[in-house]
């Protein structure tokens, strides 16, 4: 079982997992190591992001959900997410001015798809 999966972790693990999965993201950004991708690959990884959160949403509204987490908990928090997403994507344009906007969302997506996939197993 993957480390972000365990449940054994307790929420300050979590926030400190968290807390240097940013900062290991803002060093590649500066660092100029923030994978490149095309307009088509940050389309098809918004389109991996929404059938997720969908997916998501579903599970979280079935009996088999057995977390204290319900769709209007996920909506806030995907609402939040896209809060922060677009504030990394301008924060990135000022910072490292050579990365392209779509790579940013495309990274920034597939990260949140995993936490969406996992929200949902």
């Known amino acids: 079982m993957g480390e972000e999966n365990d ?3 307790c929420p300050i693990d979590e ?3 968290t ?4 900062t290991a993201r803002l060093a ?6 923030w994978p490149k991708s095309t307009p088509a690959q940050a389309k098809a990884a918004d389109d991996t992001l929404n059938s997720a959160y969908k ?12 977390t204290t987490v319900k769709p209007d908990d996920a909506r806030k928090a995907q609402r939040a997410w896209i809060a922060y997403r677009d504030a990394f994507i301008a924060f990135a344009r000022a910072a490292a001015p050579g ?23």
């Open 28 to 33: 590649d950004l500066i660092e100029g190591r």
């Open 7 to 9: 449940p054994s972790r």
């Open 99 to 121: 990365t392209p906007p779509e790579a940013v969302a495309a990274r920034l997506s597939r990260d949140r798809v995993k936490d969406l996939t996992n929200l949902a197993s």
């Open 55 to 66: 997916t998501a949403l579903v599970h979280l509204a079935s009996k088999d959900n057995l």
């Open 15 to 17: 926030q400190e997992a």
């Open 19 to 22: 807390r240097n999965a940013f």
